[in-house]
């Protein structure tokens, strides 16, 4: 991390206003758009305004389409709503996901676990932009329901005995918390209510700002030896049942596509298409030409396996794969043909994340997030060797480098035969270093801005 990159997160620390209640969409959108004016042209930058614009209109149609309709859990036949109290000793709850397949896969980690602490007797719906595509996630645990469009949730929010908000932080949406019902049928919620609320006094201030804090809260979690896996088990007070989760997936489907399990490797170039850019590559993205370096390095060193590339319509075909399904499979083929993987090789991504529910190890490569909040241990976890944990150190921090590089620095200095090394001690099952430390120098520059962040924040 340069000086400079430490001084914009200490003055994006000491911008925020942290006092008010929400973060102004006006507000965001005007830090954007000074942000990408410094390196894009106007037309760029207002195509990609408009962009936003014209999405954000078509959710808010759609939130108003879906807003009458009856749904299922609210109206059934002979019965009346949660709120008329007819379902007395049913509690039945909802948790709406923001963020990605990554978020999503840990908070189906958490919904497991409170399942399990909540005794097996509630019954519980998630709320998600893409609720199809996270619905195998939660379908093996015990009193899921349904996975439904986000834009349902604020007509249905009130009809749950409970409702939870679930991202880099899990919160109870206190307004439509039905106290009587859950002191007479399920007592132990409002113990895990009193925890959270214990919690958030403390961390209010980057609760109200997500995602503009994200950064500098991980920074400060971390020196507190949390973990993004983990973390949102322990601000509701609830064990941690492992990475492992049944999503569905079949490790013998890659047979389907002439492969046969543990005799491949998969690798993956891609990002969330929900997350707008102007940029052709964010920054996470690792360069194309070490993608290549990787993937010819790795078939010298072991030419009995075979490369499968995996992803979406993001990213690049990557020269020199043997097999590429990039934009070919759906989820649930993909999800398979990871679990019969060797390996997998990725940037930070929800693959991964996926690929730790079937127990399936990673080489990862990080820039701009910060590797010991996302990084699982059982995964080779490759830190850059300059710059790097720069994310939401900028509101435009995906587009272009937040340090003010031409090209991100942190995903360019990674070296494909470093990558390669680490997947070859994976994949002989001999102990490797999980991550690639930076430099002395670079961890006292991180250690400074931890320690501003946290004056700054109190």
Known sequence: MNSDLRAIKISRLRQMDLNRHHVPLLGRSVRRYRELSTTYSQ???V???????????????KSKLIKPMKLRFWKRPGQASIRDGSLAGETVYAIRITGGLGDAIIIARLARDLQVTLGGQTKFDVYFLSPKIIEPFFRGIPGFRESIHVDAFSTAAPHYTFSLIANQFVTFLNEHMHYRALLRDNPKVLSLFGHVQAIR???EKYIVAHPSLDGSFADIAVRQNHTRNTYLHEMLGIDYGGDLLNIGADPTA???FGLMPKNYVTVHDGWDTKFKLVAHRPTKALPLQTWIDVVRRLKAARPDLMIVQLGGKTGDDIPGVDV??????TFAQSASILAGSALHLDTESGLVHIAATLGVKSVVMFGPTNVKWFGYSQNANISP???GNCWWSTDSWMDFCAAGYERPACMGSIDAQHVVSNALLLL??????KTHE????ADACVDSVVTQEQAHAG
């Open 43 to 45: 037309p760029v930058v």
């Open 47 to 61: 195509g990609y305004f408009i962009n936003r614009a014209l999405a954000k209109g078509w959710s808010l149609t």
């Open 201 to 203: 006094k403390d961390i």
């Open 254 to 256: 890659c047979q389907d």
């Open 324 to 329: 590429n399904l990039k934009n070919k499979l």
């Open 385 to 387: 060797r300059q710059c």
């Open 428 to 433: 002989s099952a001999e102990p490797v270093m």
């Open 438 to 441: 930076p430099a002395p120098e």
